[in-house]
């Protein structure tokens, strides 16, 4: 199994930066994907930003240029570097890590709050 924690979320006015981090722990396998997802309230969970363990990084339209995703494989680490955030952004973002095609290794932390006051 593998455990996955965030760390980094928080309250920040429209304009400003959150840059949001994810260690995975346990059994981790390569290659691998590691992304970010977001639920906002009364909303469907939805797929920000992920990254292979190659380097192949995937955005959301609506982050497009704002969002950067980035990952240290000797840390097994994920980030999301968001700028210019927008109230629309205010959700709880989780962090995934799995393998193609999807199975059974498949995890999810256990989530972060980000706040985006206008």
């Known amino acids: 199994q593998a455990q996955l924690v965030e760390s980094g979320g928080g309250l920040v006015q429209a304009g400003g930066s959150l840059r949001l981090s994810c260690a995975a722990s346990g059994i981790i396998f390569s290659p691998n994907v590691m992304g970010w997802y977001r639920q906002a309230p009364g909303k469907q969970r939805e797929l920000v930003a992920s990254i292979t363990s190659g380097g192949n990084t995937n955005y959301a339209d609506s982050v497009k240029g704002r969002f950067t995703i980035s990952r240290d494989n000797a840390k097994n680490t994920v980030y999301l570097q968001m700028n210019s955030l927008k109230p629309e952004d205010t959700a709880v973002y989780y962090c995934?890590?799995?393998?193609?095609?999807?199975?059974?290794?498949?995890?999810w932390g256990q989530g972060t709050q980000v706040t985006v006051s206008s």
């Open positions: 995934r890590l799995w393998r193609v095609p999807i199975g059974a290794y498949d995890y």
